[in-house]
């Protein structure tokens, strides 16, 4: 017999609302857990249709900002930089998906994929195994991200010693990006390229597998559970698994397993232990994983709130308390090493005390870049971030805790002011975009799951998500676009400070050299040299002038380094070979320094 339910005692929903929470799991809680939030389906329905608003405007504006010559919106103008079938198929796609008969039509496989994905270990398996080969058949072949050339260049060059390149690195980042992979390197034969390519392959899998978690988690399911689970997975920062060598990718990992522990505890269920581990870890990758302890706290009070009195005292607590405790013990003598050089550079460098704190930290410029990076690294954290604030999670201990969280990290992003850029050095921020990204999951996901009617907004959420991201990848893969979006920023509006333009300039330099292009790099490395005439760019000017045939540069550009250093061997072998060819050649020798080179 079909067993018959009174409507009220699931708060009035009907049927179809039950794709929107999972059923309650049997587990292990010592405390009550609070029921699933109730949401009137009319404030979820009103709420999802302001996001729907908001998403078909930033869709409308990657669009126009396609036939807009400056960088002052670089994480919306993406397009300019694809191929033009790439970008305007892919650019479809996501307009086609806010119709809303399609959607209607596409929500119920979403809604069986999600609760396929919750409900069976082997589709998790894959979801994991397609992620990984997702990220490893999109290498990064631009590689301007951050540290990327540096990194990769000490990884395979023999007998560098990491610390002294890198004195700020944590004993987890050093023994993940050093020790194992010169064991890769040395016993499987692999690049320094694929190393990081391998590594970031591994992760991904482990996020996609977090993202299915925390949808879980938040008792989702159907196409709620789907989209949140898209919403953490997708974002800007998942370039970052794409090759790049650095911590930043094992931090974005680390930020969203913490923030699944968080959202377990703030409820009163689970253990402590989980948080502890990965607490400690993260203190042994970064420093930055400071800006995690405020949610992580108010996670821990909302747990105790809920739990017997001295559940602390449990041998399993006491452990979790310890654990974060003596990795930061451990890593105190680094971070605060690094604090005094490094992060002093990051939090007051030349252009913030010149121009003043104030005028620096909010300019124009910077609080564009800040836009562009919240954007690029949460597609839709922006609209998400208007309906967590005006939603009820105000008043739920694990609403509380992701927005802490997202302020924390938000606060971070203000305070440091990377030396290449954020267009470049965006990596440092890539936590703060997985930040982002839990809340929005949390609130676009509970407003589905309550609103059923509504329920097909999640294909427009979902197609905008991942397919924007997808074009990062595709970009990143794409070496000429690539550099052409580099140009762009350093020959476009807005102006960016000397020291960014000048390690641009050199990274387009760098990367044209690798490409055995001498003119272009000659090209840009004189760029460089006019902004910043280091002893390392006038190296590489003359050098590559050089191998482009202008042996005039090569040697005004060694002469300016002798000026400067007269003992430098390096110029004076170079100066005497340009020399001899140039004689060779009957050219002029005696003709003085022309005004393209920076003064001596």
Excluded at 257 to 281: N, T
Excluded at 356 to 367: E, H, N, Q, Y
Excluded at 404 to 421: I, S, W, Y
Excluded at 538 to 566: C, I, K, V, W
Aim: glycine share 8%; net charge positive.
């Amino acid at each position: 017999m079909t067993k018959h339910r009174d409507p009220k005692a699931r708060g009035g929903r009907d049927e179809r609302s039950a794709r929107g929470a999972a059923p309650p799991r049997q587990s292990r809680r010592v405390g009550p857990e609070p029921a699933p939030l109730p949401l009137d389906p009319a404030v979820a329905g009103r709420l999802l249709g302001v996001l729907t608003v908001g998403l078909a405007a930033l869709t409308l504006a990657r669009a126009a900002l396609t036939f807009v010559p400056n960088m002052w919106m670089w994480s919306l103008n993406l397009q300019r930089f694809l191929a033009p079938p790439l970008a305007w198929g892919s650019w479809v796609l996501i307009a086609l998906s806010f119709a809303p008969a399609l959607a209607r039509r596409i929500e119920p496989l979403l809604a069986r994929a999600g609760d396929a994905a919750l409900e069976r270990r082997p589709v998790r398996l894959m979801w994991a195994a397609a992620a990984a080969l997702m990220v490893w058949l999109l290498p990064d072949r631009v590689e301007f991200v951050g540290d990327f050339l540096l990194r990769q260049s000490t990884l395979q060059t023999a007998g560098e010693l990491p610390a002294l390149w890198y004195p700020q690195a944590m004993p987890l980042d050093l023994f993940v990006h050093d020790a194992i992979g010169r064991a890769l390197l040395a016993r499987a034969g692999m690049t320094a390229y694929n190393v990081g390519r391998l590594l970031g392959a591994v992760e991904v899998a482990a996020l996609a597998l977090v993202s299915l978690a925390y949808a879980r988690e938040l008792r989702l399911r159907g196409s709620a559970a789907g989209a949140a689970a898209v919403i953490v997975f997708f974002g800007g920062y998942l370039t970052l698994f794409t090759g790049y060598n650095k911590c930043f990718s094992e931090m974005t990992l680390m930020v969203a397993v913490v923030g699944l522990f968080m959202v377990r505890l703030s409820r009163g269920a689970g253990s402590l232990l989980p948080l502890g581990f990965a607490l400690a870890a993260g203190a042994l990758i970064h420093r930055s994983t400071l800006a995690l302890y405020p949610a992580a706290l108010l996670a821990l009070w909302s747990w105790s709130k809920r739990q017997p009195h001295g559940a602390w005292r449990r041998p399993s607590s006491l452990v979790a308390f310890a654990l974060p405790v003596a990795a930061q013990a451990i890593a105190l003598p680094h971070m605060l090493s690094a604090m005094r050089t490094v992060d002093a550079l990051h939090f007051t460098p030349p252009e913030v005390v010149s121009r003043g704190w104030l005028a620096a930290t909010f300019g124009p410029v910077r609080l564009a870049d800040i836009l562009n990076l919240v954007l690029m690294l949460s597609p839709v954290s922006l609209a998400a971030a208007w309906l967590a604030g005006a939603g009820p999670w105000r008043s739920r201990d694990d609403g509380r805790v992701l927005m802490v969280l997202c302020a924390t990290m938000m606060v971070m992003m203000l305070l440091v002011h990377p030396q290449q850029g954020m267009y470049r050095d965006w990596d440092v921020f890539a936590t703060v975009g997985m930040a982002l990204s839990l809340l929005a999951a949390f609130a676009i996901g509970r407003c589905l799951g309550a609103a059923p009617a509504r329920s097909f907004i999640a294909v427009p959420v979902v197609a905008t998500v991942a397919i924007f991201t997808m074009q990062w990848l595709l970009h990143e893969t794409d070496f000429d676009r690539g550099l052409a979006r580099v140009r762009a920023f350093m020959q476009e509006p807005p102006a960016r400070t000397r020291l960014q333009q000048a390690t641009t300039w050199q990274f387009l330099g760098i990367r044209n050299v690798h490409a055995g292009r001498w003119e272009d790099a000659a090209a840009a490395y004189g760029e460089a040299a006019a902004r910043l005439s280091s002893p390392n760019i006038l190296r590489q000017l003359g050098f590559t002038n050089e191998f482009a045939g202008h042996l005039d540069r090569a040697r005004d550009a060694y002469r300016l380094m002798l000026s400067r250093n007269p003992g430098d061997e390096f110029a004076k072998a170079r100066l005497a070979i340009v020399t001899g060819r140039m004689d060779s050649l009957g050219a002029d020798t005696s003709r003085s320094s022309p005004s393209w080179l920076p003064p001596p």
